[in-house]
């Protein structure tokens, strides 16, 4: 059985960091390129950023970009979004999600998911 579980999120103030972290099993995670996806209260599901099968590609979303980074880790089985310069506008349920092709900015191109964490940027 697939599970991808998030955790790392919560409360904080702008301008601060944070780190998310999402652990893999029930896949071959080396064969999985991996992807954070958001969701903000009453829109819809936002590409955040996306990693290659080896981390050697990433991708991000351009409101993003030079503040977040994704990484992972295949020994580990987990892909990490370090957030930094967080802004209110950041907040958001943060997912992340597993595909067999090749990093896309559309969410049904993924497989798996994770339950989501719930990120909070006060003012």
């Known amino acids: 059985q697939v599970q991808l579980v998030e955790s790392g999120g919560g409360l904080i103030q702008a301008g601060g960091s944070l780190r998310l972290s999402c652990v893999a099993s029930g896949v071959t995670f080396s064969s999985y390129v991996m992807a954070w996806f958001r969701q903000a209260p009453g829109k819809g599901r936002e590409f955040v950023a996306g990693?290659?099968?080896?981390?050697?590609?990433?991708y991000y979303a351009d409101s993003v970009k030079g503040r977040f980074t994704i990484s992972r880790d295949n020994a580990r089985n987990t892909v990490y979004l370090q957030m930094n310069s967080l802004k209110p506008e950041d907040t958001a349920v943060y997912y992340c999600?597993?595909?067999?092709?090749?990093?896309?900015?559309?969410?049904?191109?993924?497989?798996?998911w994770g339950q989501g964490t719930q990120v909070t940027v006060s003012s």
């Open positions: 990693i290659d099968w080896n981390g050697g590609i990433t």
């Open positions: 999600a597993a595909g067999r092709l090749i990093v896309s900015r559309h969410a049904d191109e993924y497989n798996y």
